[in-house]
């Protein structure tokens, strides 16, 4: 399913900058909004989520080569504000997937690990071993269910940012012969392909696609004037135009709105079972809710989770 990015040629303040290269992922639905709440200018919130009790028959559905060590680990790319992303420390990670994750692990009565990596290599890490889940911003799409099994427990969509004011007049839907930055392995790359597809049967130019490692990268990008527009998830865009000074904002709404899903390995027995049990219960106690609240990120809530395989 396809998704895009932002732009904006302005001269951000330190702290405007710093917070805009902090964050960034890979999914997409108008989720997003103001910083989250208690965050001024942006920063990270601090309040904790309560701690989530063991739930013992969902521990019992966790296959033993994952609950052996006592660590359920996960893999993220923690470029992706408000939903995976790393404290003003550069090291802790946090946002509402972390969050989430953590409270999936402690319903199992395990610790969480989260591990940096670059998104594109995630669903082939999950695949080979490397990630007992996988929480990061992921759409559920055909082209991954094959290889993973899919949980979801949010929707996004696709939006796009450009210069406040849109001073290039930027048109959302013909973006052809503009530079415009994505990361690699989201949806948006694809959204992007389908894009340049309509532009050369229109006889059009080419979108100049400017394709990055990190969603921080795609940021840096924009900030510099190298690219025009860039596409990222709904919930990443608000972010950014909440914590840039006002230097950018959303061009038109969010398009192509689909549920984010946590990644597992096939084959492992209940797995799949006893992570939409923990997310669904934590749907049902509240503590779901909450941690949505705190990212400001409750328009993307779901009432039901669900396996996609």
Do not use: H
Not at 4 to 18: D, E, Q, W, Y
Not at 98 to 110: C, E, N, R, S
């Amino acid at each position: 399913m396809p998704a895009i990015r932002r732009s904006f040629p302005v001269v951000l303040g330190a702290a405007a900058l710093a917070a805009l290269l902090a964050g960034c992922g890979a999914g997409g639905d108008g989720s997003g909004g103001a910083p989250p709440a208690g965050a001024p200018g942006g920063a990270a919130p601090t309040e904790a989520v309560p701690t989530v009790a063991r739930d013992d028959a969902l521990a019992a559905m966790v296959p033993q080569q994952v609950a052996s060590d006592g660590v359920l680990q996960f893999g993220v790319d923690a470029s992706y504000a408000p939903n995976e992303f790393t404290a003003p420390d550069g090291t802790t990670i946090i946002g509402m997937d972390v969050d989430l994750g953590t409270a999936i692990a402690q319903k199992f009565g395990l610790k969480p690990q989260f591990e940096n990596t670059q998104f594109s290599g995630i669903i082939a890490g999950v695949e080979a071993g490397r990630y007992e889940i996988a929480m990061s911003s992921f759409s559920i799409t055909p082209e991954r269910t094959p290889v993973v099994d899919m949980v979801s427990y949010f929707v996004a969509g696709t939006s796009i940012a450009v210069a406040q004011g849109n001073p290039q007049n930027v048109n959302p839907d013909d973006l052809c012969g503009l530079n415009v930055g994505v990361q690699a392995g989201t949806v948006q790359v694809e959204d992007l392909a389908a894009r340049n597809e309509k532009c050369a049967a229109e006889g059009k130019p080419a979108i100049q696609v400017t394709e990055l490692q990190a969603q921080s990268d795609v940021n840096l990008a924009l900030a510099a004037n190298r690219i025009v527009a860039m596409l990222a998830d709904s919930p990443v865009v608000a972010y950014a135009a909440d914590t840039t000074d006002g230097a950018i904002e959303e061009l038109g709404d969010a398009y192509d709105t689909a549920p984010y899903g946590a990644a597992l390995p096939k084959g492992q027995g209940q797995y799949a079972e006893a992570v939409r049990g923990a997310i669904q219960a934590l749907i049902d106690d509240g503590t779901y809710a909450a941690i949505l609240e705190k990212w400001n990120v409750s328009d993307g809530a779901i009432p039901t989770s669900e396996i996609r395989s």
